[in-house]
């Protein structure tokens, strides 16, 4: 099948202006469009989610892939891009801005259904988007590797979490909310304003998304790779137990964090899943 | 005329994988390509680049506009666990970057080159050629380059020379990956004191003017009115060391990123690029 690739901007609510690649098979017009949605730093041309759009496209799914604002570690931002964004400074709430403006910019391309595809933190931004937005347009959620991140969870997982984040309380309380801070996130070091540290992983657990995933009012389908910290599975679980009779999840044995080596395991679980909507 | 876009991956020499979009218009084949570089934190898909090669290419030109490993303030690197960009390259990271996308585009099967710089963009595109002296990059187009080594930073910015020296003494500490908080021209920027002092540091390797020399092909510089003087300035100094085969163009009222200037840009750069038609 013959793609069209095209570079497309869309604006949010407060004027960011973000990018994304579209994908459109040439010869099947449809009003569905799967919406991906990146991870901690990443952005809307690093693997895995690219990869999944452009094989997603050939089976005839038009697919935009996106850059939220949290793409990439420090980023410019604002509209002279004298500012600063990305992963270290966003707060999750900002992240409904984004996906408004971008089933927006589809909307006016003339797509009227809709499919949230994941990847990593952009699981939990889309189950936390869709649970509390509830748009009866978006028809199905895909969460590919939701980390368990949460306050609770984290602290007993990682002994030296609650540390880091009572520093991170510390410092917003003494006005330096905008501070760097080096914690691990993922299993690597990650770079984070202290604010920001404290909105994605603070005591008020916010990010704990399996609330929202039984809010949803569509199917949901949960992956994680086999090779992942066990959490990462477990969580999957967990999440499509939550989303109810709509909810199934499956492990892809062997895979880690970013699928290397099992793309076309996670393509063909996708496109089989993808199947009960008509394109 | 129509174009496709495509979201090309390339690999430098010491493994980084770097991203860049090639617009290339099917109608007309070609083996001149144009090859675009951005400026400090910017990267391939954000203005004035993106909307030059996009313009350029509905009319007749290949475009590739690539990431640099300086895209974006800070990024994610080598096996992505990595911390990359402009806080963290080194001026001379052009080099393996530059070579590397002008492999991608020879393995295309394209055989002649136009570097385009935009600001810091331009600096690069002129060292590089400087440096490499490539028979096949036949031109160059740079795009407010700014004149911002450190002898005119000492004596245009109140400060600077105490940031430097901070950052020398940190580097000294074996602090140099730390990160500082420092402005470039009127812009914030957040760099690491070693790239900090890579870039903009007493040896004065920013400066292209001894790269002008050596390019051996045609140099367009492009200056904006509405930027600081020192811009113009500076364009025309690089044009009299190309020689005779270099020409300044202001454009009046354009801003750093040539706001609602663009269309003029590409008008100029258009007009200029006819002395490369087979």
């Known amino acids: 099948m013959t793609l069209e690739t095209q570079l497309l901007d869309f604006a949010t609510s407060d004027k960011e202006t973000l990018h994304g690649l579209l994908f459109s098979p040439r010869e099947r017009k449809s009003d569905l469009a799967l919406l991906l949605v990146h991870g901690v730093a990443m952005n809307f041309y690093l693997p895995p989610l690219p990869s999944f759009a452009q094989a997603l496209a050939q089976q005839g799914y038009h697919c935009f892939v996106i850059n939220t604002r949290g793409h990439d570690w420090i980023n410019r931002a604002g509209g002279d891009l004298f500012d600063f964004c990305g992963a270290t400074y966003e707060k999750f709430e900002d992240s409904a801005k984004d996906y408004d403006g971008a089933l927006e910019r589809l909307s006016s391309l003339g797509y009227t259904r809709f499919i949230l595809v994941s990847h990593s933190l952009g699981c939990v931004k ?105 959490f990462f599975p477990e969580y999957a679980k967990a999440l499509a137990q939550a989303s109810g009779a709509g909810g199934s999840y499956k492990i892809v044995p062997g895979s880690d964090h970013f699928y290397h080596g099992h793309e076309s395991e996670v393509i063909d679980i996708l496109a089989d899943w993808l199947k009960q909507f008509k394109i | 005329m129509n174009f496709q876009t495509e979201i090309c991956t390339f690999k430098t020499a010491d493994n980084e994988r770097l991203h860049g979009a090639l617009f290339t218009p099917p109608e007309r084949p070609a083996d001149l390509a144009l090859l675009f570089v951005h400026g400090v934190a910017m990267n391939f898909y954000l203005a004035p680049l993106f909307t030059f090669g996009q313009d350029l290419a509905s009319r007749g030109f290949h475009s590739f506009v690539i990431n640099t490993r300086g895209h974006d303030w800070i990024s994610r690197a080598g096996n992505l666990t990595k911390f990359g960009g402009s806080a963290y390259e080194n001026l001379e990271d052009c080099l393996p970057d530059l070579d590397g996308a002008l492999d991608y585009l020879k393995k295309r099967d394209y055989r002649r080159f136009i570097l385009i710089g935009h600001s810091l ?65 009127a812009t914030p920027g957040i760099f690491t004191a070693r790239a900090h002092v890579n870039k903009y540091g007493r040896d004065d390797n920013n400066d292209c003017r001894p790269y002008a020399k050596h390019l051996g092909c045609p140099l367009l510089a492009i200056v904006g009115s509405a930027e600081p003087k020192f811009f113009y300035e500076y364009a025309q100094e690089i044009v009299a060391g190309v020689g005779a085969k270099g020409v300044c163009k202001l454009v009046d009222g354009a801003n750093h990123f040539y706001n609602r200037h663009t269309g003029q840009i590409v008008e100029i750069i258009d007009e200029w690029l006819v002395q490369f038609n087979d």
Not at chain 1, 126 to 145: E, F, H, M, N, P
Not at chain 1, 157 to 172: G, I, N, R
Not at chain 1, 179 to 185: D, I, K, N
Not at chain 1, 192 to 202: L, Q
């Open chain 1, 126 to 230: 889309s189950l936390l988007y869709q649970g509390t937005r509830k748009r009866a347009d978006v028809i199905g959620v895909i969460s590919c590797s939701c980390p368990k991140q949460f306050y609770s969870a984290r602290a007993a997982e990682q002994p030296e979490f609650t540390q880091v984040l009572e520093q991170a309380e510390a410092m917003v309380a003494r006005g330096k909310g905008k501070e760097f801070l080096w914690a691990m996130a993922s299993g690597a070091p990650a770079l984070f304003s202290a604010a920001t540290y404290v909105n994605k992983y603070g005591k008020h657990e916010n990010n704990d998304v399996r609330p929202h995933a039984g809010r949803l009012g569509c199917p949901h389908l949960a992956i994680a790779g086999g090779a992942e910290h066990p």
């Open chain 2, 121 to 185: 963009g331009a600096i690069k595109s002129i060292i590089y050629q400087g440096t490499r002296r490539r028979a096949d990059i036949v031109g160059i187009v740079s795009c407010s380059a700014p004149r911002q080594f450190y002898s005119e930073r000492v004596a245009r910015q109140a400060g600077f020379r105490e940031v430097i020296e901070k950052a020398e003494a940190m580097i000294t500490e074996g602090k140099g990956e730390e990160l500082l908080s420092i402005s470039v021209g």
